[in-house]
């Protein structure tokens, strides 16, 4: 039988749990730290359970989480939370649900959550990530050929993101920017992405594959033709009842059947 343990304190404060999705297969595949998407500024982790579902059948046991939205507290809260939960998987907070100590977890968000996998990934002791997977992560805080569309273009955004005017502050963009922090070899990243995106534009992950290639990871991006103008991820916009769409369940399917 599949258990799900709900809201797992991962941190003291009340943003800061999980829903962790077990595996009851004698083989247990690589956990993954799954991260919601939303704008940083939204959603929760059940936004994401069709993806927790799809892993565990691929016996993932996964760690879902919450984490404090912009409104709770500015960047990097949500980045300091994620880097929190993960560290928790890594030193066994997650044994009295049947996980012990991991060597290696696997970093798996969408849209703002695929920024957030990347961030942590690239923040935590390497050996320790088997793969970061972005769903249409943003890869840069600033814009390049991005449409007016794209979250980082919106009005205001660098002051709700930090909670305050950092127009002037190219340190502080780039130092939340996944581009702008990566070292000598990071862990492996893949990229799932609709080619019609026009709130995180394909050139985020095409940059990031580049990016990671230059510093000797190895990277992949992974395309498809979803429907709409934003990610194209889901088959609607029912948050309750959504799927995935059958183009990105097939990537997620073959990525994480590999590790």
Known sequence: MVTVYRDIAYGPGPRQIGDFFTV???????????????????????????????????????????????????????????????????????????ISQPGQIILCGASAGGHLAMMTGLCLPHDNVLRIISLAGPSRLYPTDDTSESAICTEGFLKRFFGRTT????FCVKKASPLDIIQTMPP???????????????????????????????????????????????????????????????HLRILFLQL
């Open 167 to 170: 127009a002037e502050d190219d």
């Open 24 to 98: 009851t297969t004698e083989v247990i595949r690589c956990p993954v730290l799954l991260i919601h998407g939303g704008g940083w500024d939204s959603l929760s982790k059940e936004s994401l359970e069709p993806v927790a579902r799809l892993l565990q059948t691929l016996r993932h046991p996964v760690f879902s989480i919450n984490y404090r939205l912009l409104q709770h507290a500015p960047w990097p809260a949500c980045g300091d939370d994620c880097l929190l939960a993960g560290s928790f998987m890594l030193s066994g907070g997650l044994a009295s649900c049947g």
């Open 188 to 250: 492996p990243l893949a990229c799932i992405h609709s080619v019609n995106d026009q709130l995180v534009p394909l050139s985020h992950s095409e940059d990031a594959v580049r990016a990671w290639t230059r510093a000797g990871a190895s990277a992949s991006l992974h395309t498809f033709n979803g429907s709409g103008r934003q990610h194209g991820f889901w088959d609607s916009d029912d948050l309750q009842h959504r799927q995935l769409v059958p183009e990105v369940a097939n």
